[in-house]
Every structure is written in structure tokens, then in C-alpha cells.
């Protein structure tokens, strides 16, 4: 694809498939999201998403809601151990939250209201059409190189009726790390385990005592601790406004194959998740127990900030690369995260998303090739996936460990720089 697609299918109707489907359709395209989640809402999702300057270019181009997208931390403050304070740095980001987020891009997409965005704002002139399909996973994939258009097949999560499909000029895979279009398109894919969880959970600002709320009201602070390191800071609330919450992250070990690692994974009702236990459905057997062995090491403030969370969630920290993103003559494209799947550390998956989409849009201006694009996006990608990777392993790893990371990010950036990726 060269010139602006007239209809576009888009698998996962999450951050980066919401974040291309504003844009495309507010450059005249008709867009079809296919998302295999049956809710519409997608509450509880306790995430704190930072995001930087891409996805705030997008949001300033063509966010209409007028509803604040996010709670600004003023700088990032090094904690170690139990020293509270140890270092603060001048680096600022936009603190928000997945759902938050979500609700502004579809309120501005196809019009849904939520509590966030009670009142949506109108199509502008000139928009195409977008349509949010909320239950569909998609299972195949058929390319007409003669008509240059792509059918994709999907089927209903409640399991009523058989397959259906779609046909569009161009379909975008956004979805996700553990990508269904990947291994429809055969794409190369290294995927790994890191060796590690996070677990995450949200408290109301309002229900912490007035010293801990103000430590973690306007910086994102870190706590180092011995081979497992916590993030906390004030995100908005899932309707945005003023109830905010303070949200944490606790990147912890636990080997692969590993009994810590096994239950962690094991829900309420003893099913073994691949991945995420959902906020919800952790055993709080399993959650008290980590508490009692880690929490006793961690800095007062996050003590008393996580020993108050609720509804803790634990998902497995993955990486994945993929060294191509166009396939199909360039009418399926992967974007955010099903291309490049980053460890956390950096924070900055959102911000791949918008630069995706922000690039694809210089392509159907003309004012660059695909494989241009491609080019640009996977060089971008490889060097921010071995940066993610040294970020984890020098809070999660050893010593021996951080320097031979430290060597693979100088021997890709001199590759990098020749070209190779
Ligand atoms: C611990 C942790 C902390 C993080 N912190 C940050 C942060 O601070 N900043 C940041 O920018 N990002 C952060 N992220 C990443 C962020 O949550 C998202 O991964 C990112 O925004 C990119 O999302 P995505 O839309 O590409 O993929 P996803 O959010 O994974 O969405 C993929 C979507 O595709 C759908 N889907 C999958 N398969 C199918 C199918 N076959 N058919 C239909 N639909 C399908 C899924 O249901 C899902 O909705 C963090 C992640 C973790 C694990």
C-alpha cells in the first residue's frame, strides 16, 4: 500500500489498534476493528500506562473529548531498600491509565460513552467510518493478489454461529505479544521469558494516609530492591477527573518451571493461566505469602501503599521481536506490540504504537516507502527491545548478568549503525 486505504480491517481493538484507528479514520478511511474481548467497557484493567510525546501528538491531532488524558509526574525519584529518598532525576512523564486511555480513543472512534467520556463527541467532517466488532477472535487469513485485498476470517466468542469475514485494502495486526497474525503470516519471531513477574495492583489515592499520598503525588518513584526492583505513581482515575489512584509495579523473580512461578499463575478456581491472572482472581493465599517474605524489605511508603491493594494482578514478563512487519505485497501490517513486545522498564510500547502510526501516516502521504517505514520501525524497535532488556536485568539480574547485556546492547548499536539490524 502506497496511498491512503479506502477500507481497513484492524485485529485488536486495544491502545494500538484504537490509536491507528482514530487516526485512519480521521484521515477519510472505513475502519473495522475486530477485538476478541466480549465487554465493551474493559474495566479492570488496573494498569498505569507512561506515555510520551508520540502518542500526545496523536492525542492533540485528533483527541475531541476534551477530557484530560493523563496525571503528570513531576520527576522520577530513586528510592533503595528502605531509604526513602535517595536520588531524584528531572525526567517527566504523562502518568495514565489503559482504561482511561481506552475510553478516550473510543469515544473518539465509534462514539462509545463511558463514565470517563459521558458525552461523545460528534464524527468530524471528512471522517470515514468506524466500527468497534467486541467478541470476535480472529482465526484466518486470505490474501487476492489479483484484486490487492485481504479477507479475514473470524468467529463469535459466545460461540453462536460459524465463521464470518471482512475484506479490506489493508488489514493491521495489533494484536498484541501473543499475536494470532503472527503465526498466520509465518512472521520470524524471537519470543522469551524474561525470568520474571510483575505484580500490579491500584490503590485510591484517597484511602492512603496523607504522608504516603504526598510521597507518591508528583514523581514516579522506584524502589530498588536486592534483585527485584517496584515502580509507584499517581495515575487518573478509570473516569478520569479527579478520583486518581496510585498504581504500583513489582517486577519479582521466579524461574521458569518453578513451584513460586506455577502458583503465582494458578487462579481462585485452580485454573493455571499462560500469562496474566486478571485482577480478581489471584489466591490471596499465594498474594500473603509474597507480602510476608518481600514486603518487609521495601520502603515505608510503598509497605504501606501495596499492603492496601485489593485486587492485585500478576503477569509474566515477556519480550518478543519480529524482524518483518509487511507482508501480503505490504496490505497486512503488524503494529505495537504483536511487531515488538518490550519489557516494561522503559514504558514506552504506547509510544511504539503512536510512532507506528505516525510513520504509516507519512506513507500514505507519500512522503516515504513502506519499506522505508519498515526499515526505520524495526531499527527503532531492536534498539529500544536490547535497551528494555538491559533496564531489567539491572534491577533483576546479577552483576555477571547487567555487563554481558551490557555487551549485546553495544555490539547491536554498532550493527545498528551499519545498516544490519
Ligand atoms: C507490567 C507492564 C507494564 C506496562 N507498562 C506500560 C507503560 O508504562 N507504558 C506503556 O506504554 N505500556 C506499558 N505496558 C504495555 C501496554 O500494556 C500494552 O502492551 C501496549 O500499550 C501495546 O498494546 P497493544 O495494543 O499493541 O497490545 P495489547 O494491549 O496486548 O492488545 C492486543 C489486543 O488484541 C486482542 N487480540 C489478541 N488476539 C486476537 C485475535 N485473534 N482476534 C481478535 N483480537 C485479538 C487482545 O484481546 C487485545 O485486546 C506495560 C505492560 C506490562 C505487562
Not at 345 to 374: F, I, M, N, P, S
Not at 391 to 420: D, E, H
Request: hydrophobic share 40%.
Amino acid at each position: 500500500m502506497t496511498s491512503q486505504p479506502k477500507s481497513v480491517v484492524i485485529i485488536g481493538g486495544s491502545l494500538a489498534g484504537l490509536l491507528h484507528g482514530l487516526s485512519l479514520k480521521r484521515r477519510g478511511s472505513n475502519v473495522v476493528v475486530l477485538e476478541q474481548d466480549p465487554s465493551t467497557t474493559r474495566s479492570g484493567h488496573e494498569a498505569g500506562i507512561a506515555y510520551g510525546p508520540g502518542v500526545g501528538e496523536l492525542l492533540d491531532k485528533y483527541d475531541d473529548t476534551g477530557v484530560a488524558s493523563h496525571a503528570s509526574a513531576a520527576a522520577t525519584r530513586i528510592a533503595f531498600r528502605k531509604r526513602e529518598d535517595l536520588k531524584t532525576i528531572n525526567l517527566v512523564r504523562h502518568l495514565s491509565s489503559w482504561v482511561l486511555l481506552y475510553r478516550i480513543l473510543r469515544a473518539n472512534f465509534d462514539g462509545t460513552a463511558s463514565e470517563a467520556v459521558p458525552s461523545p463527541p460528534p464524527p468530524r467532517a471528512g471522517d470515514g467510518t468506524a466500527e468497534y466488532r467486541a467478541g470476535k477472535r480472529v482465526t484466518g487469513l486470505a490474501y487476492d493478489e489479483r484484486a490487492g485485498l485481504v479477507t479475514v476470517r473470524y468467529v463469535s466468542r459466545d460461540g453462536d454461529g460459524g465463521e464470518e469475514s471482512v475484506t479490506a485494502d489493508l488489514v493491521l495486526a495489533a494484536d498484541g505479544v501473543h499475536s494470532t497474525v503472527r503465526g498466520l503470516v509465518n512472521a520470524p519471531t524471537a519470543k522469551e521469558y524474561s525470568g520474571y513477574v510483575s505484580w500490579r495492583g491500584t490503590v485510591p489515592e484517597k484511602d492512603l494516609p496523607p504522608r504516603t499520598a504526598a510521597y507518591f503525588k508528583n514523581n514516579a518513584t522506584l524502589d530498588f530492591l536486592k534483585r527485584n526492583y517496584i515502580v509507584g505513581y499517581t495515575i487518573p482515575g478509570d473516569a478520569g477527573g479527579e478520583d486518581r489512584l496510585i498504581n504500583f509495579v513489582w517486577y519479582y523473580n521466579y524461574e521458569e518451571g518453578s513451584s513460586e512461578l506455577d502458583e503465582a499463575l494458578t487462579d481462585i478456581h485452580g485454573h493455571r493461566h499462560a500469562n496474566t491472572v486478571p485482577a480478581g482472581l489471584v489466591q490471596p493465599a499465594v498474594w500473603k505469602r509474597h507480602l510476608a517474605s518481600a514486603l518487609p524489605a521495601v520502603a515505608a511508603p510503598f509497605a504501606e501503599l501495596i499492603a492496601r491493594a485489593k485486587t492485585p494482578f500478576v503477569t509474566k514478563v515477556n519480550d518478543v521481536f519480529t524482524e518483518r512487519a509487511a507482508y501480503c505485497d505490504g496490505r497486512v501490517v503488524l503494529v505495537g506490540d504483536a511487531l515488538a513486545t518490550f519489557r516494561p522498564h522503559l514504558a514506552l510500547a504506547t509510544e511504539q504504537a503512536a510512532r507506528h502510526c505516525l510513520g504509516l501516516e507519512k506513507v500514505w502521504d507519500g512522503d516515504k516507502t513502506l519499506q522505508e517505514w519498515e526499515h526505520e520501525t524495526l531499527t527503532w524497535g531492536k534498539r529500544i527491545w536490547m535497551g528494555s532488556r538491559v533496564l531489567g536485568i539491572f534491577g533483576q539480574g546479577t552483576w555477571w548478568q547487567f555487563f554481558k547485556i551490557i555487551g549485546a546492547y553495544i555490539s547491536l548499536v554498532l550493527r545498528l549503525r551499519r545498516g544490519k539490524l
